[in-house]
């Protein structure tokens, strides 16, 4: 991190915290960096987590929570990663969004842009779940249809490859909450893949 270009997302506290001082200088490339890197998350997690937010609203609040994110981000406490808090920020944003957007429609697919290979290691589904398109398909059929938060969790946990703690702090729950939450969502989803709700 302390190499004149920043390339990659930070993956330590130390590297948090040398980026953070970088954008607290005013350093432009750190604030462009953070701002490409952070927004590509903030994009594939709001595609994911609200369904009917349009492209425009979805930058708007990538827009909105990294600006935030800057001009705070002295407010940071570094006993959750960077990554955790800017995706906490964006979390509310959406949750408020969401909330003013009234009725949502179910039956739209939000993980269209799944990769081919996205292999979430479910222990208790088959194997060979997602073999083929038309499975991948089902399953995203039926994470389009979990509630909200379940489905935050899972995209949290499964695409972000954030563990139960980070997620906690995401959606403001408790861990134990959280885990139970993340349960639940487990077992939803398996309820609509077996059911074939997934196919409508």
Known sequence: MDAVRVTRLPTSRAEDLALIGRIQLGDGEAIEFFCQEFGQAIARYSRRFAN??????????AQVTLI??????????SNSSLKTWVLRIAHHKLVD???????????EIVFAEMPEEWEPEFPELPEDLMVTREQQQRVAAALS??????????TLRYIEDMDTL?????INKSHRSTQKLLTDARAHLRLLLSSGEAHS
Do not use: N
Not at 52 to 61: A, G, K, N, P, Q
Not at 145 to 154: N, T
């Open 52 to 61: 009917t937010l349009s492209l425009e609203e979805i930058e708007d609040i």
């Open 166 to 170: 980070q997620i906690s702090e995401i």
């Open 145 to 154: 249809a979990l509630p909200d938060l379940e489905r935050a969790v899972i």
């Open 97 to 107: 969004a969401v909330r003013r957007g009234g009725s949502r429609d179910r039956r």
């Open 68 to 77: 935030g994110a800057i001009e705070g981000i002295d407010r940071f406490q």
